[in-house]
């Protein structure tokens, strides 16, 4: 049981460090350079993903640190779960696969949290 904690703690972290960083990018870009990025993708929805990949960040660790709600951990990472999945589609659809990888890494590793946390 110890193991398994520590286990999922280390996947939570990396998880939130990961999901704070392209959240952050997401939100402190410049309106016209994130334009450009994205491409055909609107602004807005990118900005919304990334309020969503920071609040998911913050539900990964704070609830357990501050044993406040635990329950909403494995919410977070479900919620993670789903933008990921958004994200390996959509690399596929756009015909870039390649770039799938990450994301389908970060979705596999937020269900393993989902499943340890429920």
Known sequence: MRRTNVILWTIQGLLALAFLFA??????????TLAQLVGSVPVALVRFIGVCEVTGA??????GLLRIRPV???IAAAGLVIIMSGAVSSMITLGRAN????PAILGILAIIVVCGRR
């Not at 959240?23 to 016209?32: E, I, N, R």
């Not at 770039?99 to 990450?102: F, H, L, M, Q, R």
């Open 23 to 32: 959240g952050s990018v997401k939100l402190l870009t410049p309106t016209a």
């Open 58 to 63: 913050i539900g990964l660790t704070l609830p």
């Open 72 to 74: 909403l951990t494995p």
């Open 99 to 102: 770039e799938a990888t990450a």
